[in-house]
């Protein structure tokens, strides 16, 4: 049986909350950045099943949500890619595989996390999972906006209607964008428990994600609304997997530059799935994941 323990790291005026799976010395571990920003890491919870390969899985809680410290009344200055970048290269380094080496496996957000922290071509880092992640927040925004052309009129009226009024905490926008999401984020309905879990936290303390992005998936009028990594990702030196779903809100268009870009990469996109193969099609994501990683652990044998 696979066991877990949890600790706490406290750095400076923050504390981040993490959970190792399995082994660290069996195989290169695998880290898991999760989205959001600011939706805790729950809604992958059900990756600790990769575990079961027998390399370590770590999942953590980035700052200002979940089970690490949170801090609402915070200078909305302080959330910054930096600061979660900083984060991640601390919790590499009390784990202690910084140097030893590591996976990175970043989804949504977290992808967008991963590649920022993959293109300063740190040592360890043994190879790159880009899960259902944009390379534009701008090409995100745009796709966002043909997707929402095809929903029904009187949902898409709804939205308009409300973002315009400035009214987007109303239960009718929430219920019409509550369409967008189980077409484009989760197709599994209703959702799956620990994915419940981190909208639930989310609800809680949305903090991180209102600040950094804006009231929803397809509203993103945050301090990251003008990201991107499009023209930095020629240095991202790893092997590099891209993994989407065929109705994704991130979309062909917002992966291709990490398609046509990165050197060493490839691509696969799954059929049933938006957001979240994961959960939408766990087989087939299990089996592109440590199929990848298996190949790039034995080149480096």
Not at 143 to 156: G, I, K, S, T
Request: glycine content about 6%.
């Amino acid at each position: 049986m696979v066991t877990s323990t949890e600790a706490v790291m406290e750095w400076g005026d923050y504390a981040t909350w993490y959970r190792v799976t399995g082994d660290l010395e069996a195989a290169t571990p695998l880290v898991i950045l999760h989205g959001g920003p600011g939706m805790a890491h729950d809604y992958l919870d059900s990756l600790t099943r990769l575990a079961d390969s027998g390399r370590a899985v770590i999942h953590y809680d980035q700052v200002g949500c979940g089970n690490s410290s949170h801090h609402p009344d915070a200078d909305p200055s302080m959330w910054t890619v930096e600061l979660f970048v900083e984060e991640l290269t601390r919790l590499l380094a009390t784990l202690g595989i910084d140097q030893s080496g590591y996976h990175l496996l970043g989804q949504s957000w977290g992808g967008m996390l991963a590649a920022e922290f993959a293109v300063l071509q740190p040592g360890g880092l043994r190879s790159l999972i880009l899960s259902n992640s944009p390379a534009s927040i701008p090409t995100w925004t745009a796709e966002a906006r043909r997707l929402r052309l095809d929903l029904p009129d009187e949902v898409r009226d709804t939205l308009d209607r409300h973002e315009a009024a400035g009214t987007i905490d109303d239960p009718e926008y929430l219920a019409a964008a509550q369409v967008f999401y189980d077409r484009h984020v989760c197709r599994v309905v209703p959702n799956p428990e620990e994915v419940q879990r981190s909208t639930e936290q989310f609800t809680q303390d949305p903090t991180v994600y209102l600040t950094m992005n804006g009231p929803t998936e397809f509203h993103c009028i945050g301090t990251i609304k003008d990201w991107t990594i499009e023209d930095r990702v020629h240095a991202i030196s790893v092997p590099t997997l891209l993994l989407t779903g065929a109705y994704d809100e991130a979309t062909e268009l917002t992966n291709r530059p990490f398609a046509e870009n990165i050197p060493d990469v490839r691509w696969t996109v799954f059929p049933e799935s938006s957001h979240m193969p994961f959960v939408e099609e766990p087989e087939a994501y299990d089996a592109a994941v440590l199929g990848f990683l298996d190949e790039v652990d034995h080149a480096v044998r």
